[in-house]
Nanobody, 116 residues
Framework: VHLVESGGGLVQPGGSLRLSCTAS????????MTWVRQAPGMVQEWVSS???????LYADSVKGRFTISRDNTKNTLYLVLNALKTEDTAMYYC???????????RGQGTQVTVSS
């Protein structure tokens, strides 16, 4: 399992970003995929998941602002972050399967910093 995230950066409050996660080493199209995040000094937390049938789930803290999607032709998972808040600042990771505070298969992460 190999997962590589990209798309993070520094953005002002209210701004947007699109994160990508390129997957390899497993059958992406049939896999449940998840985004988690970890802020400095905090426990890693679940953000969003998408099933193979494209059913999506969101943490209450991001519902209505973040959108998860997948492109099975590109083996790529996405997370669009809108209306960003300073409390969204964290390292964002994609993971195979469902996970929250600990993931068996997780990428190296992409940093999102929300600051004015």
């Amino acid at each position: 399992v190999h997962l590589v995230e990209s798309g993070g950066g520094l953005v002002q409050p209210g701004g947007s970003l699109r994160l990508s996660c390129t997957a390899s080493g497993f059958t992406f199209s049939s896999s449940y995929m998840t985004w988690v995040r970890q802020a400095p000094g905090m426990v890693q937390e679940w953000v969003s998941s998408i099933r193979s049938d494209n059913l999506t789930l969101y943490a209450d803290s991001v519902k209505g602002r973040f959108t998860i999607s997948r492109d099975n032709t590109k083996n790529t998972l996405y997370l669009v972050l809108n209306a960003l808040k300073t409390e969204d600042t964290a390292m964002y990771y994609c993971a195979k399967g469902w996970c929250a505070s600990k993931c068996d298969y997780r990428g190296q992460g992409t940093q999102v910093t929300v600051s004015s």
